[in-house]
């Protein structure tokens, strides 16, 4: 029997991936070469279909990686040239900032306690630091950074790039592009996908200091610097042999999604999240790890179980209901919920029923 998956990633796929995929089957597009006119037409049509899908400005690149820890990379390597600024609240910011260091740079950050939130007036951003980097949604711990705030980091500091990881909030997120520089995100979280795409979208300011950085001849990377992504993108192509079947299915969820409007899915997900919400504030036997109920994520709730997680998460097992455990050190006592799109209300339900 099937299982439904509610873990933050890899997660339950979209329903008509299965359809997709035997489509895929039926027209060779895994067999089709990266070069072809197919494979062109695909990738300018999910440029164009995704700018659409979340208002993506059209003189933003959008660049096809491996993965969301790619595009992390991928960011630093290319837009900074001595030093970052992190905000960390949970384990994948602290990831974010730890790259920095490794890439050479000089990595600053301000950390908050685990499940908390940032003050964005009084942030206090060393002049040196050239990009601000940011998880809007921190899956480790189930607090989101709300868009206003990010639009008062911009403000507040225009002269800055900014970063941002919406990697387990797409496409329920919405933000003004024009207030962002490099935004990431991998499909197999909120797009119902296999994993092994990442995305990223990058401003004309992002790719202007990248092309200085190379100038300066820093280490931008080979195949994947922003300059190459870009001659090829130009030509609708990747520099590599790309995750072809990838973006094939990433191309029809988007039309999928499209149809039905974006306006709707993100309702779709705002109710399930006032459902599974409710569920949690009135449940004495669980504990929202985020205090502040402003910060709570729509798409990751994490929850503190009294007696422990780990019996809970078997007991849903065996009823094919998959959860996930806690991030890292709150792994025996947290579960973790996703509400993507791909998880229907009825599906909502029958989790909370047997929680
Ligand atoms: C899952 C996740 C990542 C890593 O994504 P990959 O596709 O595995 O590289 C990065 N940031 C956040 C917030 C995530 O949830």
């Given amino acids: 029997m099937k299982s439904l998956f509610f873990t933050p990633g890899p997660s339950q ?5 299965e359809e997709h995929l035997r489509t895929a089957m039926r027209d060779d597009i895994a067999s089709y070469s990266h070069r072809s006119l197919l494979f062109t037409k695909l990738y300018e049509d999910t440029v164009s279909s995704l700018k659409k899908l979340l208002d993506i400005p059209a003189d933003y690149q959008v660049f096809f990686l491996s993965s969301a820890t790619e595009a992390w990379e991928r960011a630093i390597q290319n837009c900074v ?30 950390q908050v306690e ?16 050239e990009a601000v980097c940011i998880v809007q949604n921190e899956t480790s711990t189930g ?40 935004v990431l ?17 990058v401003s004309p300011r992002a790719m202007e200091t990248a092309a200085r ?9 080979s195949y994947h610097s922003f300059h190459t992504l870009k001659a090829y993108a130009d030509k609708m192509q990747t520099p590599e042999t790309p995750n072809v079947l990838g ?12 149809d039905k409007s974006i306006a709707a899915v993100r309702r779709n997900t705002e109710v399930k999240f006032q459902m599974i919400h409710h569920f949690f504030v009135d449940s004495p036997k669980y504990h929202l790890f985020v205090a ?50 791909a998880h229907t209300t009825d599906e909502v339900k029958h989790l909370l029923e047997m929680l």
């Fill in 292 to 341: 502040n109920t402003a910060l709570r994520s729509a798409t990751v709730t994490v929850a503190e179980v009294e007696g422990g997680s780990k019996p809970l998460i078997e007991r849903l097992a065996a009823e094919n209901v998959i959860i996930g455990s806690g991030y890292g050190q709150y792994k025996p006592t947290h579960i973790r919920i996703a509400n993507f799109p």
């Fill in 213 to 221: 950085n190379r100038a300066k001849s820093l280490p931008v990377g």
């Fill in 114 to 129: 685990d499940g908390e939130g940032f003050n964005p007036v009084s942030l206090d951003i060393p002049d040196e630091c």
């Fill in 143 to 182: 607090v989101s950074i709300d868009r206003h705030d990010i639009y008062a980091i911009k403000k507040n500091f225009p002269d800055k790039l900014i970063m941002l990881d919406i990697v387990s909030s797409a496409p329920y997120f919405d933000i003004d592009y024009t207030f962002t520089d490099c």
């Fill in 81 to 110: 040239h001595t030093t970052t600024f992190h905000l960390v609240n949970g384990a994948f910011s602290k990831k974010f900032y730890q790259m920095a260091g490794e890439l050479g740079k000089t990595a600053h950050m301000l």
């Fill in 13 to 17: 796929l979209m329903p008509t991936v």
């Fill in 247 to 258: 973006i094939y299915l990433f191309n029809k969820v988007i039309h999928d999604m499209l």
């Fill in 185 to 201: 995100f991998s499909v197999q979280k909120g797009f119902g996908l296999p994993a092994g795409l990442g995305v990223l979208i």
